[in-house]
């Protein structure tokens, strides 16, 4: 190497550390079989292309940028434009909450409990076996007391049991409904004619 004019030794040579036990094997020339060799030669031809492309880009890049204090000085305000474009967002996206929360608090209905109505309770506890089919709704209970906020005191009309519990877990119970006069419709098979 040092007979090679404008290369240095220092940068072409290297060491390998070993430890002092082990031994130097020489391993045979491995060969790819000529479909390997194609593709191989495939993927490197990719790697070199892609690697001139990048080179391009790179110079490219430097050629537009020579003035970097104006470049800084463009990124800045881009920088600026987006904080306020994100500034912008999130304000637009607060209005949109706070109207769509306004409407949504328009659609529900407020409910009035009065005294001695009666209300069935929505049942919320822990069940170990579902049943599926089985109501969700217990009762009958009667209003006993209306508390501000929300807040209801009921009885059980079965164990007379009273409860305080809150007025979004109840619904009217409507008692007495009357089933009117059932008619009945006989279907016949239909006949089809040749």
């Not at 002092?20 to 030669?41: F, Y």
């Not at 050629?63 to 920088?79: I, V």
Request: hydrophobic share 40%; aromatic share 8%.
């Amino acid at each position: 190497m040092a007979d090679i004019k404008g290369i240095s030794p220092t940068l072409c040579m290297h060491q390998i550390l070993l430890k002092d036990e082990a031994k130097l094997v020489r391993q045979p020339q491995r060969r790819l079989n000529p479909p390997m060799m194609d593709v191989v030669k495939k993927e490197v031809l990719k790697l070199l292309h892609l690697v001139e492309v990048e080179h391009r880009a790179y110079c490219t890049i430097k050629s537009f940028n020579l003035q970097m204090s104006e470049a800084g000085l463009h990124s800045k305000l881009q920088l600026q434009e987006l904080e306020e474009i994100r500034n912008d967002a999130y304000e637009n996206a607060s209005i949109y909450k706070a109207r769509t929360r306004a409407w949504h608090d328009n659609m529900i209905s407020r409910r009035v409990f009065q005294v001695g109505e009666k209300f069935l309770l929505f049942q919320n506890r822990l069940r170990l076996f579902s049943g599926k089919l089985r109501s969700k709704w217990m009762g009958p209970y009667e209003v006993v007391r209306v508390f501000p906020h929300g807040a209801i005191e009921i009885k059980c009309l079965k164990s007379g049991k009273v409860l305080k519990v809150n007025g979004q877990r109840l619904k009217h119970y409507h008692e007495g409904i009357e089933i009117g006069e059932v008619g009945t419709l006989h279907l016949v098979d239909p006949i089809y004619e040749d």
